[in-house]
């Protein structure tokens, strides 16, 4: 069964740390470039993080540049995402999705997972 599982999401404060995980099954997730999106409540879509098969090229989302870092285990067909200094405007549910190329429209990756909630209190 081809599937993305994220988890790691969970309720803390601001100017803490948290990781999130993505674990594919069904598919070999090194071949494909990892996207994390976000969706905030009332908000639209956003793509927080690419990283490409080669691990050579990321992307960064301007309001978390400095503060996420996107990683990949292939090995462990796991994708990461590292996320520091959180803030309240960080607060969403947070996706992970596997596709061809680095870009921030979530349909046109190839796979997606159901997500994890991330709270950020002050």
């Known amino acids: 069964q081809v599937q993305l599982v994220e988890s790691g999401g969970c309720s803390v404060q601001s100017g803490g740390s948290l990781g999130l995980s993505c674990a594919a099954s069904?598919?070999?997730?090194?071949?494909?470039?990892i996207g994390w999106f976000r969706q905030a409540p009332g908000k639209e879509l956003e793509c927080v993080s690419c990283l490409t098969t080669s691990g050579l090229n990321r992307y960064y989302f301007d309001s978390v540049k400095g503060r996420f870092t996107i990683s990949r285990d292939n090995a462990k067909n796991t994708a990461f995402l590292q996320m520091h200094s959180l803030k309240p405007e960080d607060t969403a549910d947070y996706y992970c999705a596997a596709g061809r190329t680095c870009n921030e429209y979530i349909n046109t990756y190839s796979y997606r997972g159901r997500g994890t909630r991330v709270t950020v209190s002050s």
């Open positions: 069904g598919f070999t997730l090194g071949d494909y470039t």
